[in-house]
């Protein structure tokens, strides 16, 4: 175990040696103490380590994780895994604003609530939120799957491409362009699968599935006027 | 961007470090902000007494027999205390309007940045942590207090432009974002006459309070019809005698967090600034929802 206190050494000098982890490396464990808030903690990362970042953080945690395991015993701040590209983001408290924005791929996990638009503009990334979701999330949404075990604010999947989004409580509302879509055997898998991962005790057939209604983002001859 | 502190004490015991606490989280704020800070801080005060804070580019020459003259002029003993660029004017409540009359003859330089029975408001341009030794906040006392860290968008970077602003007796606020129907509104609010001296944004969302509250309003339902009738982005905290407020646009964009246990409630614009509070991993810390109000109050 390797352990980088942020109350003596500086942020630039943990991201430094988090990035610099070689794919084969020996030092697969990591602990980083005190973050107390600070942004882009270990924000880059490429190789297959596991972070605990023991406390909260502020703007940009795990930003552009590529294969680590990143696990933060409090909150998150704004755009926690934002762009990840592969690996794992957990987060035991709740999250701020556009958490998982833009994510291609891996697989985010937040224990609490995430706030407005969580996974705006996902385009890969797995995320499972065993709260609520605030107002405006999956934004633009292009692939990959958001799963909530509680309830989803205003707007839910507004201009969505092909997100899918699963969710247990209620939808305050759905965003343009966006509806409930019939829960067929391939999706209760994939959200089984993702619950399993995601560590949550819940019942696929328990949730429903939105998605595009596909009207928006089609070019339209008929609409031609309107672009 | 801007950053913003609010400290609400529960427990009188933490009273007297009150301005240590805002001064900790504020200088935390100093790269969301860096042009200038401010700070409203809520002291004692003496039932029939009004403090008056006022801001001088020329402190020294302004300063120098203010409380004399102004007692002159009303007729009434006035007192001074100077801190840095600012002096509070201690003097009957009844007379706060008389007195800002006769400051525009006695000194038209002086800016009035507030009055009331508690409030004290510190502002001006510069890092926040030269402002905070300016004027000492950290040795500042009281049941609550508002800071703010600046990075201008709406207006330019002046003493005046910096937050927090008070457009009624004890009341001030302080704001995140931009409103974007000020102008229209500024012009509606005086003609309504509320007193709005400067080209910021923020000053007509804090004149619009004060209008709202004058018309029979209590802060919060103030704060709710804000939500309405303001265009633009904003997380604002408020002041006021006895209470604190919170509330956010619909949209949310402006961060907020905000942590409470039984001896305050804190603001921040991030978790960072609430970090040095004595119990805070223990304590509820939670994102204000959107277009929700918030109020605590003694």
């Avoid at chain 1, 491409?161 to 994939?190: N, Q, T, W």
């Avoid at chain 2, 009188?12 to 200038?36: F, H, V, W, Y």
């Avoid at chain 2, 330019?156 to 000020?182: E, I, K, R, Y």
């Amino acid at each position: 175990m390797q352990t980088i206190d942020l109350a003596t050494q500086p942020l630039r000098e943990l991201n430094a040696t988090l990035q610099a982890q070689a794919e084969q490396t020996n030092a697969t464990q990591w602990e980083v103490h005190n973050p107390r808030g600070a942004h882009a903690i270990a924000v880059g990362l490429d190789a297959p380590i596991d972070v605990t970042v023991r406390g909260s953080t502020g703007y940009y945690c795990g930003g552009m994780n590529k294969q680590a395991t990143i696990h933060v015993t409090g909150s998150a701040g704004p755009g926690v895994a934002e762009n990840m590209m592969s690996g794992t983001v957990v987060i035991d408290g709740d999250a701020s604003q556009y958490a998982g924005a833009t994510g291609r791929g891996g697989l985010l996990v937040i224990k609490g609530n995430a706030s407005s638009r969580c996974g705006i503009s996902m385009k890969g990334i797995d995320i499972v939120v065993q709260g609520n979701i605030g107002h405006m999330s999956a934004f633009m949404g292009q692939a990959g799957n958001l799963v909530v075990c509680g309830d989803a604010g205003d707007a839910l999947g507004d201009s969505l491409y092909e997100a899918r989004l699963f969710v247990r409580g209620s939808v305050k509302s759905l965003g343009a362009d966006c509806i409930e879509k019939e829960m067929r055997p391939e999706h209760l898998e994939i959200l089984r699968d993702l619950l399993a991962r995601a560590g949550i005790d819940a019942k696929p057939e328990e949730f429903r599935r939105y998605g595009s209604a596909r009207k928006l983002y089609n070019f339209d001859i008929d609409n031609a006027a309107a672009y | 961007m801007c950053g913003i502190v609010g400290l609400f004490l529960k427990d009188k015991s933490l009273e007297p470090q009150l301005g240590a606490m805002l001064t900790d989280m504020l200088i935390t704020m100093t790269d969301r902000g860096p042009d200038s800070a401010g700070i409203a801080v809520y002291g004692a005060g003496a039932g029939g007494r009004t403090k008056m804070t006022v801001q001088s580019a020329q402190a020294e020459q302004d300063f120098a027999t203010l409380a004399e003259d102004l007692s002159a002029a009303l007729g009434v003993q006035v007192t001074q205390r100077v801190v840095d660029t600012h002096a509070v004017l201690d003097l009957p409540a009844d007379r706060a309007e008389d007195a800002r009359a006769a400051l525009t003859d006695l000194r038209p330089g002086l800016r009035v940045m507030s009055d009331g029975e508690r409030i004290e408001i510190f502002k001006e341009v510069g890092l926040p942590k030269d402002v905070a030794s300016r004027f000492s906040l950290s040795a500042m006392q009281g049941s609550h207090g508002i800071g703010h860290t600046r990075m201008a968008t709406e207006s330019a970077v002046t003493t005046q432009g910096a937050h927090p602003f008070s457009t009624g007796a004890d009341q001030c606020l302080v704001h995140n974002g931009s409103l974007s129907n000020h102008n229209s509104l500024r012009r509606k609010l005086r003609a309504a006459g509320m007193r709005i001296e400067s080209q910021n944004d923020t000053e007509v969302g804090a004149a619009y309070l004060s209008w709202r509250m004058r018309e029979g309003a209590t802060l919060g339902k103030a704060l709710e019809s804000s939500i309405d009738d303001l265009d633009g982005f904003f997380t604002f905290v408020v002041g006021t005698k006895d209470g604190f407020g919170v509330v956010r646009d619909p949209i949310a964009c402006k961060p907020a967090v905000m942590a409470e246990t039984d001896q305050y409630v804190a603001f921040g614009s991030e978790y960072r600034a609430l970090v040095n509070l004595p119990g805070i991993d223990a304590a509820r810390v939670w994102e204000p929802e959107p277009a929700t109000v918030y109020f605590w109050s003694h």
